[in-house]
Nanobody, 120 residues
Framework: QVQLVESGGGLVQFGGSLRLSCGASGSIFSIYDMGWYRQAPGRQREMVAT???????NYATSVKGRFTISRDNAKNTVYLQMNSLKPEDTAVYYC??????????????WGQGTQVTVSS
């Protein structure tokens, strides 16, 4: 079991920055692939950025060049630095932890979400 707690959301103006944090507990953080997802009202949840256990990153096209995902295994924390924010970035942001065992099982955990609102 992994417990994930997000923080750092809030209200920011167009062009501003926020840094989201996701603290993990309950298991060996370093073995998990981590990700940030978001869901805007009336829309499906979408991937924002992911970082594998080995540090490989991937970004949605809409945030590439503006957002940066990173992880600190010593602190059991994954971050999402968001710059040049736009109103369309407004959403609830969720942290995800995923682990694929050698036997084919997938362990998948979600945080409770943190609201990010960008005003125009």
């Amino acid at each position: 079991q992994v417990q994930l707690v997000e923080s750092g959301g809030g209200l920011v103006q167009f062009g501003g920055s926020l840094r989201l944090s996701c603290g993990a507990s309950g298991s060996i953080f370093s073995i998990y692939d981590m990700g940030w997802y978001r869901q805007a009202p009336g829309r499906q949840r979408e991937m924002v950025a992911t970082i594998t256990s080995s540090g490989t990153t991937n970004y949605a096209t809409s945030v590439k060049g503006r957002f940066t995902i990173s992880r600190d295994n010593a602190k059991n924390t994954v971050y999402l630095q968001m710059n040049s924010l736009k109103p369309e970035d407004t959403a609830v942001y969720y942290c995800n932890a995923e682990f694929h065992s050698g036997s084919g099982r997938t362990f998948d955990y979600w945080g409770q979400g943190t609201q990010v609102t960008v005003s125009s």
